[in-house]
């Protein structure tokens, strides 16, 4: 044998185990090798270090193969580590993110890709010039199947395109750059951010900014700067997105400044283009790569570069698997590679805030919207002096400035984070109000689907005609707005209006995000009903008045982000109106208007809204000047659930200043049939809670029906 070698299993619940590496075998720490393992052969990862030297090296089995895969980095190693011990996580479960299912696979051949001819040739009929024109709209290149996802244009419609040489085959695949096609004017902050970040490209090294800029500002065009010049450089940059919705606005406006679209990756992205999505990437033929929150775990050879765009946005935390926030898992991955990281928004989080207070992020500020846009004029609508007519939800200030912005042509955006038609369904006989069978939640009515679903676990049931508690006929009622409810009332109020419906139940897809923007930017929607789809990223210039439906919404519950959270999210919406050179307005429905959040959010004045949370946060040693961590434990059987909890309760970590509070029954007290209790642990700032979680778990033995989750720094506490 030539040595020894310690191997991270893919598995959660072994870590590393010693093996012998074979004369004749090269094996790299990095390395993806296969392993024995009892009657099994698994995968593993070569790992760093001297391993297990107590155990005999004549007892260690030998590593049977190296696989033919890209090497985890050693930077990329140093993050698994970083996240396995911050989040208190199994490394296998960390680094089995690092080896997704498309590495495992051949990448498939490419398909060829169709671009619209410049200029197009003559066309007959009509019919088919204006599908060309439509696609000439969209620019790009794509496949068929793209074409035809994105317009809803029959393969035999846009085979006549070829046939006509309107359509004709791309030079070049996606993430291949290309001269660049539009060089943008930056305003003089603009100037000033972008140079900050091209000098740190240039530099090279770990320097983390925060991209501080109000709606509008241009943003995105500074930071496109510095992925100018990482594709100049023959880098890599990687952009993180909070919401797969947002991917195609990005793509269209990434794709008219450098020509080429970037690698994407995500969940709604195809097995088959996952395969060649990570074979380039890996192999470093990607120089842009736009993804979710699971992209940072993604072999890049030639990082230089990592964007985190809304960098305050909750979804950026995962909260299934390994609990873990990629906002600053991001960090940690540029800290490991030595490459600046950008973290760009418009409402930072208080954590970040205080990072930069520290000196540890140097903050760029872009303080007025781009092109002499001004930031729209904020009114507080008082739901108690001038309340919707019974049955509606819009009332009389909201609707007299819908009805001028559509009679003016321009468009309006209503927004209501909620979906399907009413959160709660009950019945006026008995009183019953139709629950999950699987989870503490009401169902939702979803009317255009005709059925009521759990949003937690997915359960749902075609929409009864009759009460199941009593069987009363015609005696369910909707109690309660969703976004289809209030595209019934602007139905029925403006008939005329052409409406899209913006939810992850109605926007699924990449294909789908792309033909929305088309629509909207096409002049073709007039009214926007959304969720928070709509509330960041998205620039339409002719729209010009929003409507926050329930501005109150967010702040019901013991959240304690709930007030940053709320603030955060009606200041993005906001920000979509007046973002070209008309001016915007944004109504706001409140039934508490004199709130200090509603004050803040009617004057653009964050500082206020950030000294007030500032306070309030530091008087109960809560984040960021202090720190949580959450223990969720969960069995099928609530008598088990609450065993183990009392055993948890019973070794509860003492040390100074540590606080452990619980166990109480979650808010969520059953979540997809399992019956679950938390604690709460808070620390000083300065505490190393995660040796005493650790401790604590390894002290109790628990039953195998039942279920501990750690949550550092957790964002839900449900």
């Not at 926007?507 to 509330?535: F, M, P, S, W």
């Amino acid at each position: 044998m030539a040595g020894r070698v310690p191997v991270l299993l893919l598995d959660h619940r072994l870590g590393f185990l010693d093996y012998a590496v074979p004369e004749g075998l090269a094996c790299a720490p990095g390395d993806v090798v296969e392993v024995p393992l009892g009657p099994r052969r698994v995968m593993g990862i070569a790992w760093d270090g001297p391993g297990d030297r107590a155990l005999p090296e004549a007892r260690l089995r030998p590593i049977l193969r190296r696989l033919d895969l890209p090497p985890v980095g050693a930077a990329l190693r140093q993050t698994i580590a970083w996240v396995a011990d911050y989040y208190v996580a199994s490394p296998g479960h960390v680094a089995r993110m690092a080896l997704p299912a498309a590495a495992l696979g051949a990448p498939p051949r490419e398909p060829r890709r169709f671009r619209v001819a410049e200029p197009l040739p003559s066309l007959r009929p009509a019919a088919r010039r204006a599908l060309a024109d439509a696609l000439l709209a969209h620019g790009g290149s794509r496949t068929l199947a793209q074409w035809r996802e994105l317009t809803g244009a029959s393969l035999a419609r846009l085979g006549g395109l070829v046939a006509a040489g309107a359509l004709v085959v791309a030079d070049r695949a996606d993430g291949t750059p290309v001269a660049r096609r539009t060089v943008p004017t930056l305003s003089l902050p603009q100037q000033a951010a972008a140079a900050a970040l091209l000098a740190a490209v240039r530099e090279g090294g770990f320097h983390p900014f925060l991209l501080d800029g109000v709606t509008g500002s241009g943003k995105t065009e500074v930071y496109l700067e510095a992925i100018g010049a990482v594709i100049d450089r023959g880098g890599q940059a990687l952009v993180l997105l909070p919401e797969i919705a947002l991917t195609a606005p990005f793509l269209r406006r990434f794709e008219a400044r450098f020509g080429f679209r970037p690698a994407v990756w995500h969940s709604s992205v195809t097995p088959a283009a996952r395969r060649r999505a990570f074979a380039a990437i890996a192999g470093g033929a990607a120089p842009v790569v736009v993804g979710a929150r699971s992209a940072l775990f993604l072999p890049l050879p030639r990082l230089a570069l990592i964007v985190v765009d809304e960098a305050h946005e909750a979804a950026f935390k995962q909260e299934e698997g390994v609990f873990y926030h990629g906002r600053d898992v991001a960090v940690v991955r540029a800290r490991a590679e030595g490459v600046p990281v950008v973290l760009a928004t418009a409402t930072p989080g208080l954590e970040t805030l205080e990072n930069v207070a520290r000196g540890r992020y140097r903050r760029l500020e872009l303080p007025d919207r781009f092109g002499g846009a001004r930031l729209p004029c904020v009114h507080l609508v008082d739901l108690v002096k001038t309340p919707p007519a019974r049955g509606d939800w819009i009332a009389p200030p909201l609707a007299q400035a819908i009805e001028g912005a559509l009679a003016n042509g321009e468009q309006v955006l209503l927004f209501l984070n909620r979906r399907g038609y009413a959160p709660l369904t009950l019945c006026r006989a008995c009183g019953a109000r139709i629950a999950c069978p699987n989870c503490t939640a009401w169902l939702v009515d979803h009317r255009l689907e005709q059925r009521l679903l759990c949003h937690h676990c997915g359960y749902a049931v075609p929409r009864p005609a009759a009460c199941p508690a009593c069987g009363a006929g015609e005696s369910l009622v909707a109690s309660g707005p969703g976004v289809e409810r209030l595209a019934e009332e602007v139905a029925r109020r403006w008939p005329g209006a052409r409406v899209a419906i913006v939810t992850s139940d109605t926007v699924r897809t990449q294909a789908e995000a792309e033909a929305l923007v088309g629509r909207v930017l096409a002049r073709e929607v007039d009214l926007l009903i959304g969720t928070q789809l709509l509330a960041k990223g998205h620039d339409f210039p002719e729209l010009t008045v929003v409507g926050v439906v329930d501005a109150d919404l967010g702040l019901a519950g013991g959240d304690l982000r709930a007030g940053e959270r709320t603030f955060q999210q009606v200041a993005q919406v906001a920000g979509r109106a007046g973002r070209a050179r008309k001016p915007g307005t944004v109504f706001l429905q409140t039934h508490q208007p004199g709130a200090p959040i509603m004050q803040a959010l009617a004057r653009h004045d964050r500082e206020a809204f950030l000294a007030a949370e500032r306070a309030a946060r530091a008087a109960a040693g809560m984040p960021p000047y202090g720190r949580l961590a959450a223990l969720i434990v969960s069995a099928e059987r609530a008598e088990t659930a609450e065993a183990a909890a009392r055993a948890l309760a019973a070794q509860a970590p003492r040390a100074d200043g540590l606080q452990v509070f619980g166990p109480v029954p979650a808010p969520l007290a059953v979540l997809r049939g399992r019956h679950r209790l938390r604690f709460l642990v808070r620390a000083p700032r300065g505490c190393r809670l995660q040796a005493h979680l650790r401790a604590w778990l390894g002290a109790v033995k628990l039953p195998s029906a039942a279920r501990v989750v750690v949550d550092v720094d957790p964002q839900s506490f449900l």
